[in-house]
Nanobody, 119 residues
C-alpha cells in the first residue's frame, strides 16, 4: 500500500501562484510515475502533469508554460509549481502514484486539495 498526503492548495487571485506537494509513504516502488490530476465541478478528472521516477515529464496543454512538476526521490515527494493561475484552473487537485511491478501497475490516489482562483 502507498499512502499519499497532499498539501498546498488554497485561494489565490488570477495571476497568482501556488505550490502543491504530495508525499508518498508505505510500499515505495523503484519504478513509478507520480503526477497531478484535477477535477472541476461537473467535469471529468483530467491530467495536469506527470513525472517518471527517472525524471521525464508530461504536461497537459493547459499546463504547459505555466506549471512545473518536479520530484525529490529521496523524500518520495512530487511538487507542482503553478504560476499565472487562471479561474479555469479552479478544481480539486489529486496526486497520483502509479507503481509498476513486473507487467502490472496500480494507481494510488491522494485525498485531493482544493485550488480556487478568483477573478
Amino acid at each position: 500500500q502507498v499512502q499519499l498526503v497532499e498539501s498546498g492548495g488554497g485561494l489565490v487571485q488570477t495571476g497568482g501562484t501556488l505550490r502543491l506537494s504530495c508525499a508518498a509513504s508505505g510500499s515505495i516502488f523503484s519504478i513509478n510515475i507520480m503526477g497531478w490530476y484535477r477535477q472541476a465541478p461537473g467535469k471529468q478528472r483530467e491530467l495536469v502533469a506527470t513525472i517518471r521516477s527517472a525524471g521525464s515529464t508530461n504536461y497537459a496543454v493547459s499546463a504547459k508554460g505555466r506549471f512545473t512538476i518536479s520530484r525529490d526521490n529521496a523524500k518520495n515527494t512530487v511538487y507542482l509549481q503553478m504560476n499565472s493561475l487562471k479561474p479555469e484552473d479552479t478544481a480539486v487537485y489529486y496526486c497520483d502514484y502509479r507503481a509498476y511491478y513486473g507487467d502490472n501497475s496500480r494507481d494510488y490516489w491522494g485525498q485531493g486539495t482544493q485550488v480556487t482562483v478568483s477573478s
